[in-house]
Nanobody
Framework: QLQLVESGGGLVRPGRSLRLSCTAS????????VGWFRQAPGKEREGVSC?????????????LKGRFVIPRDILSKNMVKNTVFLEMSSLTPEDTGTYYC??????????????????????WGQGTQVTVSS
């Protein structure tokens, strides 16, 4: 059974950067589509960035203007297989929320989805809190 654990959240000042991690157990992540989502208090969950299986394609929410990205291979091969990162820069208080990673286990043509309501993402982590405040 695939399980996901997010980490790396915390309190950060506006303008700073943060890197979140999504680590899998029970299976590898490199052959799945992985998405990052966030939910602010009182708001619906929204997708911020995603990566197709084997990292062939990535996309991020247009309104973030490139501030959030899923980086390509940056660590050892083992970590690449089991961990996906989300690098966030120029953070603002509007980025405050709980951040989740999720897996779509079905191979699909085209790019990945940033819409959680579609039901594609079947495995979810418990989330990590990010608070941007001075």
């Amino acid at each position: 059974q695939l399980q996901l654990v997010e980490s790396g959240g915390g309190l950060v000042r506006p303008g700073r950067s943060l890197r979140l991690s999504c680590t899998a157990s029970g299976d590898r992540l490199d052959h799945y589509t992985v998405g990052w989502f966030r939910q602010a208090p009182g708001k619906e969950r929204e997708g911020v960035s995603c990566r197709t299986h084997f990292g062939t394609r990535t996309r991020s929410l247009d309104s973030l203007k490139g501030r959030f990205v899923i980086p390509r291979d940056i660590l050892s091969k083992n970590m690449v297989k089991n961990t996906v990162f989300l690098e966030m820069s120029s953070l603002t208080p509007e980025d405050t929320g709980t951040y989740y990673c999720a897996v779509d286990p079905v191979p699909r043509p085209g790019t990945c989805s940033l819409i959680p309501e579609e039901g594609r993402y079947q495995y979810w982590g418990q989330g990590t809190q990010v608070t941007v405040s001075s």
